[in-house]
């Protein structure tokens, strides 16, 4: 069983910074497209990041991984008070296949909290 464990959230002024972690354990991101997704209260998840097996990314802030670590990254620069939200990381469910798509992902962390003062 993947679990997925993220890290690195908290509050931070408007203009500022966090570098988010997502921890895997029980099985490797190696060969998997990572995501990161983010749900603010009363709005729908939405996509944030994703980086492929081979490192293609796509998203609104830099997004890395760490095979050997077992670890993918999202590093938030110019944070806005509209980026505070739950983000969460996720892992494809399919390996080798790149998807930005919600519901192509199987495996979730429990999220981090990021807020955003203004």
């Known amino acids: 069983q993947v679990q997925l464990v993220e890290s690195g959230g908290g509050l931070v002024q408007a203009g500022g910074s966090l570098r988010l972690s997502c921890k895997a354990s029980?099985?490797?991101?190696?060969?998997?497209?990572m995501g990161w997704f983010r749900q603010a209260p009363g709005k729908e998840r939405e996509f944030v990041a994703a980086i492929s097996p081979t490192a293609s990314v796509k998203g609104r802030f830099a997004i890395s991984r760490d095979n050997d670590k077992n670890t993918v990254y999202l590093q938030m620069n110019s944070l806005k008070a509209e980026d505070t939200a739950i983000y969460s990381c996720?892992?494809?469910?399919?390996?080798?296949?790149?998807?930005?798509?919600?519901?192509?992902?199987?495996?979730w962390g429990q999220g981090t909290q990021v807020t955003v003062s203004s």
């Open positions: 996720a892992r494809a469910r399919v390996p080798l296949t790149w998807t930005t798509v919600a519901t192509d992902f199987d495996y």
């Open positions: 029980g099985g490797t991101v190696r060969s998997y497209t």
